[in-house]
């Protein structure tokens, strides 16, 4: 892989980030009833700064928590051996609520669809919300998030990396990368 640019650093993504969680709080009117769900592996740390940043603005800790779409996606072949689950973890009953969905880089949009089809096997929440740090484009579904950090056009053959430092040791950050 070829780096071609630094898409975010470290600042910008954190005000990325604050101005989601500005968002999430004014579409829902406050907090109550909020789940926040990172999607794993980047969704999780990214949904525990959303959820540290409503704390910071509105004195309001919400249940956060994670789900892994392993045996949700669409990709899976049927003569392939089953891939292990991963561990999923919702803080708490789901029917009802508003459950924002967190995740690093939206492309084609079938993450989020095993994501969605995942919180269902949990309960039926009132609304499933999607907030991402990167849309790419580029959907091979009807899905579009509800909160976004930043667009940014890619060609399909290039490829948006997302660093957290509980995952990757490197600082927060978004680089864009030629295969």
């Known amino acids: ?12 993504a954190n005000r990325s980030l604050a101005r989601i969680t500005h968002e999430i709080i004014e579409r829902d009117h406050g907090t109550a009833g909020i789940v926040l769900l990172g999607i794993k592996r980047r969704g ?9 940043n409503i704390e910071r603005f509105e004195g309001v800790s919400v249940p956060t928590g994670f789900i892994d779409v392993t ?9 392939a051996d089953l891939p292990d689950a991963g561990e999923t973890h919702i803080p708490c009953p789901i029917g009802g609520r508003t459950v924002v969905l967190v995740d690093d ?19 039926r929440p009132a609304m ?26 890619t060609a399909k053959h290039e ?3 997302v660093t957290v430092p509980e995952i990757d040791g490197a600082p927060l950050g ?6």
């Open 174 to 179: 978004v680089k864009l990368f030629s295969r």
């Open 105 to 123: 880089v939206i492309f084609t949009g079938r993450t989020a669809r095993a994501a969605i089809e995942a919180v269902f096997a949990h309960g």
């Open 1 to 12: 892989m070829e780096f071609k640019s630094e898409i975010m650093t470290e600042a910008e």
């Open 159 to 161: 490829l948006i990396a």
């Open 71 to 79: 045996l949700y996606r669409d990709d899976l072949t049927e003569t």
């Open 128 to 153: 499933i919300q999607l907030a991402v740090l990167i849309d790419r484009g580029h959907r091979e579904l009807p899905i579009r998030p509800d909160f976004v950090g930043k667009n940014i056009p």
């Open 44 to 52: 999780l740390p990214l949904a525990k700064r959303i959820a540290q």
